[in-house]
Each structure stands twice: as structure tokens, then as C-alpha cells.
């Protein structure tokens, strides 16, 4: 049978029909994920270089599939997005993360906080503040314990209604944190409004940092306006010791990155943790 577009025609339908069908195979296997208990939070240490101690972790999340193997967030979050299937996905990590950081805390590692990221539909949804609520009672964690990272471009999804939120979640006690600041299309004008504590310096800045005038230059503002705002500064993707030195020296006390550690699985990061309070 002669189709429009001859062999061209085919070929493409093929390949199309191949990415729907790897799509919707990603999709049901997401959808089975949960159940399953596929999902696994790694921690990664945040670092106060003054003290050289452990002050907090970032929950996170692995998707640890039978077949496929370790699936980074990077293939899965955005698909997670679009079928609303992160809303239980966040409501698991939420909850994961903050039992881990009590349990933690009653093995006596003080001075903790736990960071999870939002996504824009969990901040978007009907009764977000009161699920966060349920979840710090359920877990008994102080609610300064938790910090969550919203993106700016999440926040820039509805201004208004984030603002709202973010006030709400305030009044909870919890701490907030702009995550990958200066990537995103926030004013300053807009982070006046922003209830926030901290401002998380992205990775895609810290990376040529020592190399990069305009790198440099964008960190030391970033770090200069925190100070300005009387906010907090972290700095995420530290890898060297040069990077490390450069932030320290302009006044950015608190990091995140590979330097320290890698992301890891809690039973790991109980063995840091024990580290940490030895020192
Ligand atoms: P993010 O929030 O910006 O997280 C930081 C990412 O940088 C993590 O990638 C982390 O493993 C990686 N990283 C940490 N230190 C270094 C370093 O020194 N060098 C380099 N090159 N990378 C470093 P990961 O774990 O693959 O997560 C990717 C993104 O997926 C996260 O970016 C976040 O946007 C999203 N994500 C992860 N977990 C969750 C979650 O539970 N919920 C939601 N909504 N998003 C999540
Ligand atoms: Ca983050
Ligand atoms: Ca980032
Ligand atoms: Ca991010």
C-alpha cells in the first residue's frame, strides 16, 4: 500500500510509535514505581566551612528499577511532572525525608535540618500547607528541621499564588530556599515579596567559577546580595578546593557538592553523620 510520503512517511511513524511506546512503558513502570518501593532517597551533606561541620543534607530521589537499573531524576522527574504522578512522589519523599532526619535526631545527631525539593505541581495543589503540616506532626520534627528548595521558575508559575504559599508555609515555621537562584526569570523585585531564608547558588555558576570572570562575578553578587537581604547563602556543585576557597573568601560559608560527599543511601550517611559529630 502506498502511503503519503512513501518509505519517509513510515520511517517516521515508526520512530514516533517507538518514543510513544517507550513513553507510555516509562509511564506504567512509574505509575507500578511506588508500590513497587522503587524509590529510594539518597543525602547529600550541606557543610558550614566555618565549623567544618555537617548542618543539613538534601534528600535526593533514585529510582532503583529491576531492569533499567539506577534511573536518575533527570529521566523521570520531568515525565513525573507532566502526568501529576510527582504529587505522591512528593508526598513519599516529603515524608521519607523527614522521618529519616528524626530518626537521625534520636540517635542523637543534633543540629539538623533535612532540604527537599518542591516541584510546581505539589506547590500548586489544593492543601499543600497542610499536608506539610501532617507530616512534621506524623514525624515529630521541629518544623525549623525542614527546609524546602522551590525553583524560581516554579515560583514564577503563579507569583501571586506561590507568595501565598510561601507565607502559609512560613507561619508553619518551616525554611525556604530559592534553589538554582540566578538561573530562573525572578526579579528582584519579586524576591522582596519572597518570604525566603536562603539562596541557593546553582551548580551550572560554581563550575568555572575559578576560571570564568563572569562566573566570579555573578557568584560574588549572589553572595553579596544574600548579605544585603540578611539571608543565607549556599553555594551547590562545589567540587574543588579552589572553589571552595573562592566562595569562602567571599563570604559564602555554606556548601554542598562533591568535594565533600556524593549524594548517599541514609545507612550510609548515618556512618557521616557519626563522623561528623566526632569532630
Ligand atoms: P538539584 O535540586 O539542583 O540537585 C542538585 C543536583 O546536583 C543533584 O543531582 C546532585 O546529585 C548533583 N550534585 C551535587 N553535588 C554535585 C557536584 O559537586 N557536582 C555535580 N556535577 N553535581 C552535583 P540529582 O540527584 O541527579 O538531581 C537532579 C535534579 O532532580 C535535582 O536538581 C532536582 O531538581 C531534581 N530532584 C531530585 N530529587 C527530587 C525530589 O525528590 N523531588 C523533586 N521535585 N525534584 C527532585
Ligand atoms: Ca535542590
Ligand atoms: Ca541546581
Ligand atoms: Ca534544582
Not at 218 to 241: K, P
Request: hydrophobic fraction near 45%.
Amino acid at each position: 500500500a502506498k502511503e503519503l510520503g512513501g518509505d519517509n512517511y513510515k520511517f517516521y511513524t515508526h520512530a514516533m510509535r517507538e518514543q510513544l511506546g517507550e513513553r507510555v512503558q516509562m509511564e506504567n513502570a512509574l505509575r507500578q514505581a511506588l508500590e513497587r518501593r522503587e524509590f529510594v532517597l539518597y543525602y547529600q551533606p550541606q557543610v558550614d566551612i566555618g565549623s567544618g561541620r555537617i548542618v543539613g543534607m538534601e534528600a535526593l530521589i533514585r529510582w532503583q528499577h529491576p531492569e533499567m537499573g539506577m534511573v536518575a531524576p533527570g529521566r523521570f522527574i520531568p515525565l513525573a511532572e507532566e502526568t501529576g504522578m510527582i504529587l505522591p512522589m512528593g508526598a513519599w519523599v516529603l515524608r521519607s525525608a523527614c522521618q529519616q532526619l528524626r530518626t537521625w535526631q534520636s540517635e542523637g545527631h543534633r543540629n539538623l535540618r533535612v532540604a527537599v525539593n518542591v516541584s510546581a505541581r505539589q506547590m500548586a495543589e489544593q492543601g499543600f500547607v497542610g499536608s506539610v503540616a501532617d507530616v512534621l506532626v506524623e514525624a515529630g520534627l521541629d518544623p525549623t528541621c525542614l527546609e524546602l528548595e522551590l525553583t524560581e521558575s516554579l515560583v514564577m508559575n503563579d507569583v501571586e499564588h506561590a507568595i501565598v504559599v510561601m507565607r502559609q508555609l512560613k507561619k508553619l515555621g518551616v525554611k525556604l530556599a530559592i534553589d538554582d537562584f540566578g538561573t530562573g526569570y525572578s526579579s528582584l523585585a519579586h524576591l522582596k515579596r519572597f518570604t525566603v531564608d536562603v539562596l541557593k547558588i546553582d551548580q551550572a555558576f560554581v563550575r568555572d567559577l575559578t576560571v570564568d570572570p563572569d562566573d566570579a562575578a555573578i557568584v560574588t553578587t549572589i553572595i553579596a546580595l544574600a548579605a544585603n537581604l540578611n539571608l543565607q547563602v549556599i553555594s551547590e556543585g562545589v567540587e574543588t578546593l579552589e572553589q571552595l576557597s573562592f566562595l569562602r573568601a567571599h563570604g559564602c560559608s555554606q556548601m554542598q557538592g562533591y568535594y565533600f560527599s556524593r549524594p548517599v543511601p541514609a545507612s550510609a550517611f548515618g556512618a557521616v553523620l557519626d563522623e561528623n559529630d566526632a569532630r
